[in-house]
């Protein structure tokens, strides 16, 4: 059974940093890109980010680039999302998901929230 | 980047009826790489059709896509309790980068 279970979302304040985990396990990690996709209150779903089977490519929404970082450790078949310069507008459920274009499983998502 | 509009924003039916949901996009969607999801409130988005009009494992075939270059559309023949919900299309023919529609929000009339 595929499962994706994402962690490390909490309360920061703005400019601060976060880095989100998601542990993936049922499927072979190395034989799929990997995405993030981020969803805020209330409203439609947003890609943020993938990442190639080996990590040599990156892509990103054009909203988060030069402040968020994917990467993954096959190792541990994990994929994770380092964010910087939080902002307001960051404020989201984020979910990883399997990618193969269509996104085909999904984790529960970690709720990121940026506040004073 | 792709713009992908879906429409209505709201579809008010009953059970049994037949639903259909649009999706346009700003440009041509290289071979019809386009997804749809199903996301129920608290819970998490679900792959419905892939290639435009390709039924997901275990999906119902009373849901199914149709659709090419920049007009899309998904079908559920006849409504279920269970069907009303939030619809999100998705392109990824300019993979790997890729966009979401704003969704329609499937209630019950």
């Known amino acids: 059974e595929v499962q994706l279970v994402e962690s490390g979302g909490g309360l920061v304040q703005p400019g601060g940093s976060l880095r989100l985990s998601c542990a993936a396990s049922?499927?072979?990690?190395?034989?799929?890109?990997m995405s993030w996709v981020r969803q805020a209150p209330g409203m439609g779903l947003e890609w943020v980010a993938n990442i190639k089977q080996d990590g040599s490519e990156k892509y990103y929404v054009d909203s988060v680039e030069g402040r968020f970082t994917i990467s993954r450790d096959n190792a541990k078949t994990s994929l994770y999302l380092q964010m910087n310069f939080l902002r307001a507008e960051d404020t989201a459920v984020y979910y990883c998901?399997?990618?193969?274009?269509?996104?085909?499983?999904w984790g529960q998502g970690t709720l990121v929230t940026v506040s004073s | 980047e792709i713009v992908l509009t879906q429409s209505p924003g709201t579809l008010s039916l009953s059970p049994g009826q037949r639903a259909t949901l649009s999706c346009r996009a700003s440009?041509?969607?290289?071979?019809?790489?386009l997804a749809w999801y199903q996301q129920k409130p608290g819970q998490v988005p679900r792959l419905l059709i892939y290639?435009?009009?390709s039924r997901a494992t275990g999906i119902p075939d009373r849901f199914s896509g149709s659709g090419s270059g920049t007009d899309f559309s998904l079908t559920i023949s006849r409504l279920e309790p269970e069907d009303f919900a939030m619809y999100y299309c998705?392109?990824?023919?300019?993979?790997?980068?890729?966009?979401f529609g704003q969704g329609t929000k499937l209630e019950i009339k």
């Open positions: 998901a399997r990618d193969l274009g269509k996104l085909d499983y």
């Open positions: 440009q041509s969607v290289s071979s019809s790489y």
């Open positions: 290639a435009a009009s």
């Open positions: 998705q392109q990824y023919g300019t993979s790997p980068l890729y966009s």
């Open positions: 049922g499927f072979t990690f190395t034989r799929y890109w």
